[in-house]
């Protein structure tokens, strides 16, 4: 059953198209990931999911939210929902237990009933022992579990989190993967966008990339690395991998990609790109198997769009 389900969804901003033409369903109970540069429309899908942008007047397509349009039913949605958003705003002049007592009242939440229940998300988020930290106190990963556990505290059927571990080290990305693991076993559906494409293999279910606010791609991650991309790259410097192999003739079904300074090989056969090491005569190289990021940038592009 589908949480979320956005069909030929549309909105322009002065002429310009953010969003065209979408189409995506998001089922109960699990990660989707939504993919793109920046400028590629994503956030704006994310606010017009929850209520916070509205889709062109003129536009035919839907968004239904547990059954709800967010154009007339956003207080239902956010009652059902949790939202990260890009931004840590929290309130700096509160302590930690204080932002978050301020943000239950704005769900009913009698206080006993909001004590217990930020009590168990700082345990969970491991910030019991910052409660009463003020904000300007805690560290940039700090705010960020802050922050999710201000969106949880509805007990929420549907979180959304838009670039939940942007500027974050790796010990904090991979602590709120695995707290995202747990939500989402529990039954909690996710949303999110994200930057990082090992974020979106290790936690998604499901990843939708987008380019200039049309859908490219969409699949599990790992079906999208087998059907998109070869198995193995090769990375050379380009200036070095122009002068091992300027005039050599390179194995059969090698694929090559020359940009920003460095020259990749793509072969399904790890053999005929050791084929291509020898060449290079003890010089250094990076050989790898193929990831995400290797179908994003081949399904958007290597360059800057004007929105970058």
């Not at 901003?13 to 920046?38: H, I, R």
């Not at 007990?155 to 693991?181: A, F, M, S």
């Amino acid at each position: 059953m589908a949480v979320i389900s956005v069909s030929h969804i549309s909105k322009t901003f002065e002429g310009m198209c953010a969003v065209c033409d979408l189409s995506f369903a998001v089922e109960a109970g699990s990660c989707f990931g939504l993919l793109g540069p920046n400028g590629a429309g994503k956030t704006t899908m994310m606010k017009m999911i929850y209520g916070a942008a509205a889709r062109d007047k003129k536009c035919s397509g839907t968004i239904e939210v547990f059954g709800f349009d967010p154009a007339c039913d956003e207080l239902s949605i956010k009652y059902l929902s949790g939202v990260v958003p890009q931004e840590n705003n929290l309130d700096d002049e509160l302590n930690v237990i204080q932002n978050l007592l301020v943000y239950a009242k704005f769900y009913g939440l009698p206080a006993r009933v909001a004590r217990e229940r930020i009590e168990t998300l700082l345990s969970f988020l491991e910030l019991s022992e910052k409660a009463k930290a003020r904000i300007r106190e805690l560290s940039g990963g700090m705010k960020r579990r802050l922050v999710i556990a201000r969106a949880l505290l509805n007990n929420p059927r549907l979180l959304i989190l838009d670039e939940p571990t942007t500027g974050l080290d790796p010990q904090v990305r991979h602590l709120i993967w695995e707290k995202l693991r747990q939500l989402r076993a529990g039954g909690t559906t996710i949303l999110l966008t994200t930057h990082y494409m090992e974020e979106a293999f290790q936690i998604c279910d499901r990843v939708l990339i987008m380019d200039k606010g049309r859908k490219v791609l969409e699949d599990q991650p790992q079906k999208l690395l087998e059907q998109n991309i070869e198995r193995y790259v090769l990375e050379i410097p380009q200036e070095q991998a122009a002068k091992a192999i300027d005039g050599r003739r390179l194995p059969e079904a090698v694929r090559v990609d020359h940009a920003m300074g460095i020259s990749r090989f793509y072969c399904d056969d790890l053999d005929r790109l050791k084929v291509v090491t020898d060449m290079l005569d003890g010089q250094a190289y990076y050989l790898r198997q193929a990831n995400l990021e290797d179908v994003f940038l081949k399904a958007t592009g290597r360059g800057l769009n004007e929105k970058q």
